[in-house]
């Protein structure tokens, strides 16, 4: 039963919920709610979850009076946020218990409490609301039935939230990253700097996120660089998974990609034979069925890109770009124009890296997430264990270890130049927002100098190594930074490129290079970390003595 609430009612509502709602807990992140569930309303950036317990008012009925309010948590407050607790009302309401009259009472005189229905053979019994209405708390939150009532609790923030982030302009390119292109170092195109990260143990894996808007229609754009392969020479037996999930819809897919060749391939290949690919669907939010999808979606085939470093047919390196159109009207059981997900979704890989013998590696994020068995066609389940939130953003979310401009450095106190004669010592000071201590080589950091003309390339000569700049031993607790260091000294023939005005007695003289270089700095890990990004740059002049 349903019907408007009566003032009286309307305050014995708002008495029960307002004692119910706990405040937010501390430490956390930004949880964004869908609009539907906004009875768990969005936590606070320094908020763990709100602990809504939504109860019905449990009123007192006098025999042969009137029946009590059966109302729903939708009629009462639709947005626990909005409301502060009023210091009167619970005073002047009436909270009073819940009633269970006999079986076998004068049916006509019975009139049950609300949360309970009559029954001829039990009198009054308890509704079970979280059964007969299962979607009554609403996705972000688990429904309990308690006698005569129910609660609502809103589940907690996800831990691993993500944020897709626009691309960060690298030189004078304001583009995406050239995940198209067959250049042999597509990998490392600056623009990936402001991608979203997770980077696995030992740096063997990385993967990379971004999303961009072409002719109105969004795209992300992905990217997996397996770096430490050590078996398989027919190649078939390297291959990644990838899925997408929304929650709202209860609908999905996900997209299977095999390496299919123990040769060298370039960077970018997307010729058939190097790779084959696979696409499933789910429109359910039970059952565990992923049906396949036939024929593959074209996108599917035509926006992958491929590359592997491969001898004697052993390939020690292989990585995948994938660009996925998102936000179209196709539905998931046939996304021909690409996949039907709206700006925050769920998201889970696998990679399936064959390791010497028979052994096989698999990199999986959330590393929480159950195996996948093909055998048996199972698949991890983003309805038991989420899949990891992804959301489309203008800027990087600020949960997971973070870098700026502003963080790189030489000098300590800052100082944004290079000497032309002395040590430069390079600092990277990367915070951690991950929610956790990390170790303190558990980032590193590699620095680049890049050149309008002449392009980027790694600082050398440099000791210790700007290629792979470590930080101290001790371990950075949450809120704290890196301080990750390198030192290069320019050689003569450096100073004369760079200054000419200065140093100009080298022969034969160097390509000029700019006097106000560019510092790209990108970071990886030796363990699983996330990065909500995972680079940055900074111009510095190049200034004598």
Not at 338 to 359: K, N
Not at 441 to 454: E, G, H, K, S, T
Not at 535 to 543: E, L, R, S
Request: hydrophobic share 35%; proline share 6%; net charge negative.
């Amino acid at each position: 039963m349903r019907r408007s609430l009566d003032r009286a009612d309307a305050a014995l509502w708002a008495c029960f919920f307002m004692l119910a709602c706990s405040a937010c807990v501390p430490p956390t992140i930004n949880c964004t709610r869908q609009p539907f569930d906004a009875r768990c309303p969005q936590c606070a950036s320094d908020a763990k979850h709100m602990d809504a317990r939504c109860r019905k008012a449990s009123a007192k009925v006098d025999a042969g009076t009137r029946n009590a309010s059966d109302a729903s948590v939708d009629d009462a407050q639709r947005d626990a946020g909005s409301h502060s607790r009023p210091g009167d009302a619970c005073a002047s309401a009436s909270c009073m218990d819940s009633r269970s009259p006999d079986a076998g009472a004068d049916d006509a005189a019975v009139v049950c409490p609300s949360g309970y229905k009559r029954t001829a053979a039990n009198g009054c019994v308890d509704i079970d609301e979280c059964k007969d209405q299962p979607k009554l708390c609403g996705a972000y939150a688990s429904c309990s039935n308690t006698s005569g009532s129910f609660s609502c609790q809103c589940k907690a923030c996800a831990s691993a939230d993500t944020c897709a982030p626009i691309p960060i302009p690298s030189v004078s390119v304001d583009q995406v990253p050239a995940w198209w292109d067959g250049q042999s170092a597509a990998m490392d195109d600056l623009r990936w700097q402001g991608a979203m990260s997770y980077g696995h143990v030992n740096n063997d894996a990385q993967f990379r996120a971004l999303y961009y808007v072409d002719s109105g229609q969004k795209y992300l754009v992905l990217s997996w660089d397996v770096k430490a392969d050590s078996g398989g020479s027919s190649g078939n037996q390297d291959y990644m998974f990838v899925g997408f999930w929304d929650p709202v819809t209860s609908s999905g897919n996900i997209i299977k990609i095999v390496r299919n060749t123990g040769a060298s391939v370039a960077d970018g290949t997307s010729a058939a034979g190097a790779f084959t690919a696979e696409m499933r669907y789910r429109n359910s939010g039970t059952g565990i069925n992923w049906d396949i999808v036939l024929p593959v979606s074209p996108w599917v085939t035509s926006d992958v890109r491929f590359g592997a470093t491969c001898a004697t047919g052993l390939c020690t390196r292989w990585n995948v770009r994938l660009r996925v159109p998102i936000g179209t009207a196709s539905p998931a059981s046939n996304p021909a124009a690409g996949l039907p997900l709206p700006d925050s979704f769920r998201m889970w890989y696998e990679l399936h890296v064959e390791d010497a013998g028979a052994s096989m590696v698999r990199y999986k994020w959330p590393t929480g997430a159950g195996a996948v068995d093909e055998t048996i066609g199972l698949y991890p389940d983003p309805m038991t264990t989420p899949w990891n939130r992804v959301t489309l953003a203008d800027e990087p979310c600020t949960r997971g270890v973070s870098l700026s401009a502003t963080d790189i450095s030489t000098g300590d106190p800052a100082i944004e130049q290079i000497s032309l004669t002395g040590v430069n010592w390079f600092h990277v000071r990367a915070r951690n927002t991950t929610g956790a201590s990390l170790a303190g080589q558990a980032v590193v950091a590699r620095l680049r100098i890049v050149d309008p003309d002449a392009g980027a390339v790694d600082i050398n000569p440099s000791s210790p190594s700007c290629a792979r700049a470590l930080g101290g031993a001790a371990d950075v607790p949450v809120g704290a930074s890196f301080d990750m260091t390198c030192s290069w000294q320019l050689s003569a023939n450096q100073r004369c490129a760079y200054r000419p005005d200065i140093y100009g007695g080298c022969g034969p003289m160097p390509a000029r290079l700019s006097a106000r270089p560019r510092i790209v700095a990108e970071l990886s890990s030796t363990s699983d970390v996330l990065f909500n990004t995972v680079g940055a740059a900074i111009d510095m002049d190049v200034v004598a003595p």
